[in-house]
Structure formats: C-alpha cells, structure tokens
C-alpha cells in the first residue's frame, strides 16, 4: 500500500520535474529554433515551435555581417589570460597568506574587504585611471583591472592551510625555496581549486559588458557580448539571424560547461560564488 | 643557513603578495577613493575639473531622475529577491527528492545561468516581441489577452507603468532561479537524514517537516542566497540596457543604468560619482548586516 503510493508520488514528481525543465529551458530552444527559420516564417501566425527545414543561411548571414572571428578571439584572449594570471597570482598570495608575519592578518582582511566593494560602484573611477594610463582602447584596460581578486586568494589561501606542513619542512630540507615549492608542489597539488576558480573567472570575462563597453571603442577590440549589442542595434528586426548570433556566442561556453559541468556545478555549489 | 632562509622566506612573501596587493589596492580601495573625490566635482572629462563640494549630492536629492531611478531599483527588488527564492527553493525541493537522473536535471537548471545577460535580455526581447513574440500568441491563445483591448494589451512591453519593468523581472529572475536552485540543493543535502527519521518516527507530517526541520536548518543557505539577491538587484543594469535602454520614459532606468549613462553618455562625471557613492552605500548597509547577522549565527546549532 505505502510502496504504492511512493511510486505514483515519484511519478508526479518527475512529470512535474520534467515539464518545469523544459519549460524553464524554453528560450535557449526558441534561441536555437528561430535561428533555422527563414525570414518568412519567423513571422508566420501562428508561430511553429520547430523551423520547417533546417537551414544554415541565417548563420551564414549573421557571420558574414560582423567579422565575429576577430571578436570570438578578442574575447578568447580575455577570457584565458585573465583566468591565468588570477589562478598564478591568487596562489601565490594565497600561500604567503598562509605565513604568520608581521601584518598578515591586517593584509588579509584588506584583501577581503575589497569583496565589499562592488564593481559597478566603481566604473567610473576605473575608467579615469585606465585613460590616465593610455590603456582605453587596449587589451590592458581589459585584462589588468580584473586579474587580482580576493576572494580567489582566499580560496588558496584556505586550500594552502590545509596541506600538512611535513611536506613544506621536507622541502625545505631539500633546500627547496618557497618560489620552487609553489612552483613544483604547490601549484600542482591545488588544481581543483584552480580549476573553479579557472572556470568562474573564464565565464565571467566571456559574459562581461558594462566595463567592455566603457573602455573599448575601437571596432577591431570588441569582445563578442559587445559585437553582439551592436549587431542587435544594427538589425534588431531580424530576429533570425540575431538569434542565430546569439547561438555563436553562446556556444563555446556552453560546450566548456557541458564538458566540465560536474566540477563546474560543485564548484558554485560550494563556493556560493556569483554566476 | 636558518637566517638565509628566512630572508629567502620574507622576500618571498612579499613578492608573492605585492602584484595582487596592489592591483586590489588601486582597483578597490584607491578607487573608491577617486570616486568620492570625483564626486566633489564638477567634470565632463573634457574641460578641467572644479570643486563644487557636496552640490552633485544636493542635486541629486531635487533631481525627479534620481528618485525615479531608486523606485525602479526598489520595485525591481521587492518582487525580485522574494520571487528568486521562492522558485530557487522550489527547484532546489524537487530536485532533492528526484534522486534519479539529479545531475542532469541540475545541468539543465544551470544554462541559463552561464549564458551571458545580453544573450538572455535578446531572446526574451524576441519573445516579448508585441506582435510577433510567441509570449504574445500564447497570451491571446489561452485568453488571457483578448476583447476590444487586445491591442492595448498587446503593447505592454512598451506600457511605462509596470509593463516594461515587468519584461525585465522576468529575464532576471528567469536567469537567477537554476543558481539559487543548485545552492538551495547544496544546503538541503547538508542536512542530516537523521533528523528526518527521527520526525518519521514521532509521525510528523510532510509540511511539519519541512517547517520545524528543513526551513530553520537551511536558514543560514536561505540567508545567504537573500544577501546575494538583494546585491544583486542593486546592481541590474546590463538587462534594462539591452531590453529597454532605460525606457520607456525611464520607467526602467535603474539606478547602475543611470550611474552608466550619466557618466558615459552625458560625460557628467561628478554627478554619476555622486549616484555610485549612494549605491556603494546602499550594498555596504546590506553586506554589514549579512555579516553581523552571520556571526550571530542563524541557525539554532
């Protein structure tokens, strides 16, 4: 009687389950959907939910349109060298961290003060001493400001109080420096968080605007969500091939979650970090 | 030989700490600095500046703008953060019980997540489309829209009293609820099985659970994803950007979006210094309290 009702309970759920998720993933269908259809049947009434013959002209068009390459690398070195530098520099001061000195709690804590201190409130600021420095218009104004981040050095930092500190005496036997040790110990050993922290800031960089759209106004610089909001203010009525625009930015981040979606999932699940 | 390698160790640490230190130091504090400088000015970047003491701030409290763009952002808040937790908690729920296939379903909430707002704020802008938006015809198809005011109700995306303010509720909370579902799962998890066996046992029901067990233990998760919620309301500015730019009428000009276009459309770098100032001061108040309110603990452990 009770295994009964368990089942049928299961049974709703899943429904239930299964409904809400393709409903909540309604618009990444539409995205993908509208940008096979052809300009006569986007506005068709009723509208048909899958397009009548799947064809790549949209995609043609909309990438003929814009030199997306140029952006789609533009954003990929952004998007790699800002993951890079973060991960070497936060594990690095995330393991000095770990040091008792002279001041180390009062750096500590300015680090993470600085997590109080919300981007948005500072653009402004940013954007002055970025143009004082002759970086508007340069990889730098992209790249520089958004290297360093606490909260990133605390996840080392956390990490690096784990590690038992034989290893770092035995090193230090073998007459091992600190640099080295980072270099051929440390480094290797904190790939899981390096990986998060990789990936987070990997997406970020991907998905940046506001700060993109202030400091670059040089066409050839544009990272792609900026290509993507002029292509929209350029041809904002065609809607296919603007989805299918979408579709090109949207897939090679999606490919990188779907491959690494258990790290990448646990990795927020854990940290509770901004997505 | 020890003595060397302590002065090995203090060069270390100080280079290791010196390049994020700085760069935290100029980009953070420094920054913040500059910004409340700047806001003492008058400067459109062009002509230099000139120091006008607290006048951007006295402007911005006589200024219809300024105000119109703090209600938006407090509307946007007040159904927001609620309407985000209620539903994260809701998909956090099913899939704590949907034991089978979790990881999938769990990808599925994540998507929207990781795609970009822009992309997000196009396609809801293509769906939101008054004439041929498929929202629309779903509307008009199941009869909530109909009569003689169809075509009134038809343009409520362009409507500057809720309707406008409405499309962007729905991508922000749309792009929020998979990441405070998987957050909320996270927090159910930690929670003893035990507990619930011992309810069983006492023949506690289904909601007397979920309200004497679940709901207090799951309050410092539940707490955490509010303060994240509300910061992040604060802060909605590329949505209304893409979907509205501030319009209708500024019925959606929030308050980032204002600091945005004040700075870098109408060059007045001193009054959007002023607005920045106000809003860093609006998420220091509510990042205070998380903090206070988390050291004290919210949970009855």
Not at chain 1, 32 to 55: A, C, M, Q, V
Not at chain 1, 112 to 119: D, F, K, R
């Given at each position: 009687?009770?295994?009964?009702?368990?089942?049928?309970?299961?049974?709703?759920?899943?429904?239930?389950?299964?409904?809400?998720?393709?409903?909540?993933?309604?618009?990444?269908?539409?995205?993908?959907?509208?940008?096979?259809?052809?300009?006569?049947?986007?506005?068709?009434?009723?509208?048909?939910?899958?397009?009548?013959?799947?064809?790549?002209?949209?995609?043609?068009?909309?990438?003929?349109?814009?030199?997306?390459?140029?952006?789609?690398?533009?954003?990929?070195?952004?998007a790699t060298i800002v993951p890079i530098l973060r991960i070497i520099l936060s594990?690095?001061?995330?393991?000095?961290?770990?040091?008792?000195?002279?001041?180390?709690?009062?750096?500590?804590?300015?680090?993470?003060?600085?997590?109080?201190?919300?981007?948005?409130?500072?653009?402004?600021?940013?954007?002055?001493?970025?143009?004082?420095?002759?970086?508007?218009?340069?990889?730098?104004?992209?790249?520089?400001?958004?290297?360093?981040?606490?909260?990133?050095?605390?996840?080392?930092?956390?990490?690096?109080?784990?590690?038992?500190?034989?290893?770092?005496?035995?090193?230090?036997?073998?007459?091992?420096?600190?640099?080295?040790?980072?270099?051929?110990?440390?480094?290797?050993?904190?790939?899981?968080?390096?990986?998060?922290?990789?990936?987070?800031?990997?997406?970020?960089?991907?998905?940046?605007?506001?700060?993109?759209?202030?400091?670059?106004?040089?066409?050839?610089?544009?990272?792609?969500?900026?290509?993507?909001?002029?292509?929209?203010?350029?041809?904002?009525?065609?809607?296919?091939?603007?989805?299918?625009?979408?579709?090109?930015?949207?897939?090679?981040?999606?490919?990188?979650?779907?491959?690494?979606?258990?790290?990448?999932?646990?990795?927020?699940?854990?940290?509770?970090?901004?997505? | 030989?020890?003595?060397?390698?302590?002065?090995?160790?203090?060069?270390?640490?100080?280079?290791?700490?010196?390049?994020?230190?700085?760069?935290?130091?100029?980009?953070?504090?420094?920054?913040?600095?500059?910004?409340?400088?700047?806001?003492?000015?008058?400067?459109?970047?062009?002509?230099?500046?000139?120091?006008?003491?607290?006048?951007?701030?006295?402007?911005?409290?006589?200024?219809?703008?300024?105000?119109?763009?703090?209600?938006?952002?407090?509307?946007?808040?007040?159904?927001?953060?609620?309407?985000?937790?209620?539903?994260?908690?809701?998909?956090?729920?099913?899939?704590?019980?949907?034991?089978?296939?979790?990881?999938?379903?769990?990808?599925?909430?994540?998507?929207?997540?990781?795609?970009?707002?822009?992309?997000?704020?196009?396609?809801?802008?293509?769906?939101?489309?008054?004439?041929?938006?498929?929202?629309?015809?779903?509307?008009?198809?199941?009869?909530?829209?109909?009569?003689?005011?169809?075509?009134?109700?038809?343009?409520?995306?362009?409507?500057?009293?809720?309707?406008?303010?409405?499309?962007?509720?729905?991508?922000?909370?749309?792009?929020?609820?998979?990441?405070?579902?998987?957050?909320?799962?996270?927090?159910?998890?930690?929670?003893?099985?035990?507990?619930?066996?011992?309810?069983?046992?006492?023949?506690?029901?289904?909601?007397?659970?979920?309200?004497?067990?679940?709901?207090?233990?799951?309050?410092?998760?539940?707490?955490?994803?509010?303060?994240?919620?509300?910061?992040?309301?604060?802060?909605?500015?590329?949505?209304?950007?893409?979907?509205?730019?501030?319009?209708?009428?500024?019925?959606?000009?929030?308050?980032?979006?204002?600091?945005?276009?004040?700075?870098?459309?109408?060059?007045?770098?001193?009054?959007?210094?002023?607005?920045?100032?106000?809003?860093?001061?609006?998420?220091?108040?509510?990042?205070?309290?998380?903090?206070?309110?988390?050291?004290?603990?919210?949970?009855?452990?």
């Open positions: 009687m009770k295994k009964k009702k368990i089942t049928l309970w299961v049974l709703i759920l899943y429904l239930l389950l299964f409904m809400i998720t393709l409903l909540y993933n309604f618009p990444i269908f539409w995205m993908i959907s509208t940008g096979f259809k052809s300009s006569t049947e986007i506005y068709r009434y009723p509208p048909s939910l899958l397009p009548d013959n799947f064809s790549f002209d949209n995609f043609k068009q909309a990438w003929i349109a814009t030199p997306w390459w140029r952006y789609l690398i533009n954003t990929i070195i952004v594990a690095f001061a995330g393991y000095a961290l770990t040091f008792k000195f002279k001041g180390s709690k009062i750096i500590f804590f300015a680090m993470l003060g600085t997590m109080m201190i919300p981007e948005e409130t500072t653009l402004i600021a940013k954007y002055i001493i970025i143009k004082n420095l002759g970086w508007i218009n340069t990889y730098y104004a992209l790249i520089v400001p958004m290297i360093a981040s606490a909260f990133s050095i605390f996840l080392f930092r956390q990490f690096y109080l784990t590690l038992p500190q034989e290893l770092q005496d035995a090193a230090a036997i073998d007459g091992c420096t600190n640099f080295r040790y980072m270099i051929s110990i440390g480094i290797p050993l904190s790939k899981s968080v390096s990986i998060t922290i990789g990936l987070l800031a990997f997406i970020d960089e991907w998905n940046s605007t506001l700060w993109p759209l202030i400091v670059i106004n040089n066409d050839k610089l544009r990272l792609v969500q900026i290509a993507l909001k002029a292509f929209s203010d350029d041809r904002g009525t065609t809607w296919n091939q603007l989805m299918a625009a979408c579709c090109f930015v949207t897939i090679p981040v999606l490919i990188l979650f779907i491959i690494l979606q258990k790290q990448f999932i646990e990795s927020v699940a854990s940290t509770g970090i901004k997505a | 030989m020890n003595r060397r390698r302590l002065k090995e160790q203090k060069r270390f640490i100080f280079a290791a700490i010196a390049p994020s230190g700085i760069l935290l130091l100029v980009f953070s504090y420094f920054s913040l600095g500059y910004c409340i400088y700047v806001s003492l000015l008058k400067w459109n970047m062009l002509s230099s500046a000139k120091y006008i003491g607290m006048k951007n701030y006295a402007q911005l409290f006589v200024n219809p703008s300024f105000w119109n763009s703090l209600r938006v952002t407090l509307v946007y808040s007040l159904v927001s953060v609620p309407s985000c937790i209620i539903l994260g908690l809701f998909v956090g729920l099913i899939l704590k019980y949907a034991k089978v296939w979790r990881s999938f379903f769990r990808v599925m909430f994540f998507i929207p997540v990781i795609i970009s707002m822009v992309v997000a704020s196009l396609i809801w802008k293509w769906i939101f489309n008054p004439t041929q938006g498929i929202l629309n015809y779903v509307l008009v198809h199941i009869g909530i829209f109909g009569g003689q005011e169809l075509n009134h109700w038809l343009k409520w995306y362009n409507d500057p009293n809720g309707g406008a303010l409405a499309a962007l509720l729905v991508v922000g909370i749309w792009k929020r609820i998979g990441y405070n579902g998987v957050i909320f799962l996270a927090g159910l998890l930690n929670i003893e099985q035990q507990y619930y066996e011992a309810a069983e046992i006492e023949g506690a029901s289904s909601f007397k659970q979920f309200w004497h067990i679940t709901f207090p233990l799951l309050s410092p998760t539940t707490f955490f994803v509010l303060t994240m919620e509300i910061i992040s309301a604060l802060k909605v500015s590329v949505s209304p950007l893409v979907l509205t730019n501030g319009g209708p009428v500024e019925s959606t000009n929030s308050l980032v979006l204002y600091i945005y276009k004040e700075a870098f459309e109408n060059f007045r770098m001193g009054y959007a210094s002023a607005l920045a100032v106000i809003v860093f001061i609006f998420i220091l108040i509510i990042t205070v309290l998380q903090m206070q309110t988390t050291e004290k603990k919210v949970f009855y452990k």
